[in-house]
C-alpha cells in the first residue's frame, strides 16, 4: 500500500447541503455505506458525491488522482518536541502488548475495531514506525502545507490548521515486526 495517498474535498450536491468534506482515497473508492459509516454518509451513493478542485471544477469521484488537495503521507501521531520521548516510549511499549503480533486471543489489540471501524487506530494498520523529528510541512510536503494554509486565509472564523508547530513522530505503516 502507498503511504502517500490523495487527499480530496467532497461535496454532496444532490442532497441540498453544501458542507465540503475532506475523505482520503480509501473511502471514494468504498463508495458505499455499511453500519462502519460516519453518521453523513448513512444512504449517501457514489452519484451523490462530486469533488470540488483546486481549480474551481468539479470532478466525479472516480477521477480523485487529477483533482485531489495533495498526496500526503501515512497519517501519524502528533505530539509537541517537549513530550516526543514519553509518547514515542508508550506507544512502542503499548505495541509490544496489543499490536498485531500478540498471540492470540489477545484482551485488546490497538489495530482492531470490534464494534467500530478505525477506534484507535486505522484498522488497516500493520504497526507503528518512528520517524524523523521534522515539522508538520516538512512531513506533510509542500502542496499540502500550501493548501492547509489557504485555508486558513479563507476567514477568523477558521480554526487554524497545524498551529503551534507540532512534530511528527510515528506513523501508521503496512509493516510486520
Known sequence: MDPFVPHATVRRPRRGNSDAQKRSSKHRKRGSTNE????WA??????DLELLCPDGSRKPITEYESCNLAVVPAHAVVTTPNRKDI???VLKKQQ??????VGLNPPFQMFVSEERKDQLFK????????VKENTMNEYLGKPYSDAIENLNKCGKSVTR???KSPRFHLRQNSCTL
Do not use: M
Open 36 to 39: 462502519k459509516s460516519p453518521a
Open 42 to 47: 448513512k444512504g449517501v451513493k457514489k452519484d
Open 87 to 89: 509518547v514515542v516510549r
Open 96 to 101: 509490544e502488548q496489543f499490536g498485531r503480533n
Open 123 to 130: 484498522d488497516s494498520t500493520q504497526c507503528l514506525t518512528e
Open 161 to 163: 490548521v497545524g498551529s
